[in-house]
């Protein structure tokens, strides 16, 4: 059986960074934990859209306080969209 290693990848505030994993590395186990932290994105994501949706917010919030929803929100779309890249990467080397 060959040994196969994998590059595990983790989005962080400032890029990502990377790991190599021997083959004894548990693939399933990794797509797994990448699609609960897409999920846990999403649902970062979808609070944040029903901050900025609620107009009662928008109007008594100060303006600072709308643009840190609003940075939150970016934040984790950029997140998600390592996370995704970097599953979609692990489910093409598999």
Known sequence: MPIVSF???SPISEGSISL???GSFDAA???ARLTKEIAKCD???ARVDQ????ADFLK???EEIVEGEREKRDEAQARK???AEALERL???A
């Open 7 to 9: 590059k595990i990848q």
């Open 20 to 22: 190599s994993m021997p």
């Open 29 to 31: 186990a990794e797509r």
């Open 43 to 45: 649902a970062d994501i």
């Open 51 to 54: 901050k900025l949706g609620n």
């Open 60 to 62: 008594r919030a100060p």
């Open 81 to 83: 969209a390592k996370l």
């Open 91 to 93: 489910q093409g080397a």
